[in-house]
């Protein structure tokens, strides 16, 4: 199993990483291109990613990836995360759910919007996000206890901020 410190691919071209990936045809965003790397054996700290997407500009230059944990983040997971990126830049939890917006599609689909208030939290407290915003990049973990599922962003672009 590789043990690679994946938010080093930003930046990079993605013919300059060590893993196959394959280009998805997503026809929503005209001006990146998105690739899949699974079945690759991706050691992130202590924890195995199965399947990774890396989003790049039209020049190949890597500047998102995205990983699912069908976990929540361990406290085993969370101390290697504090020893290689230092103490969080905020780390905060729902507070009050301020309303629910569900909606039915003709396709059959239904979406649900749900807009809460956050409060800042410890790892205890079961977070909701854990971010740290580096120089380079900003790496956020979204946790949703219900799910039991923790997703992982690291992107140049700010997406959240504390």
Known sequence: MMNQSIEEFIGLNIDNIPYEVIRLD????PNSKTYVANNQNIKYFTERIDLMLLTTDNNGVINSISADFNTIITQNFYDALLEGYGTPDSMSCSNKIMNVNEQFHK??????ETNITL??????????????NKTKYQIVFSLNHELNKTDLRISTKFILSP
């Not at 409060?119 to 740290?132: Q, S, Y």
């Open 119 to 132: 409060r800042t939290c410890g790892f205890h407290e079961n977070p909701t996000f854990i971010i740290w």
């Open 26 to 29: 997503l026809e929503h965003k």
């Open 107 to 112: 396709n059959g689909i239904t979406t649900v």
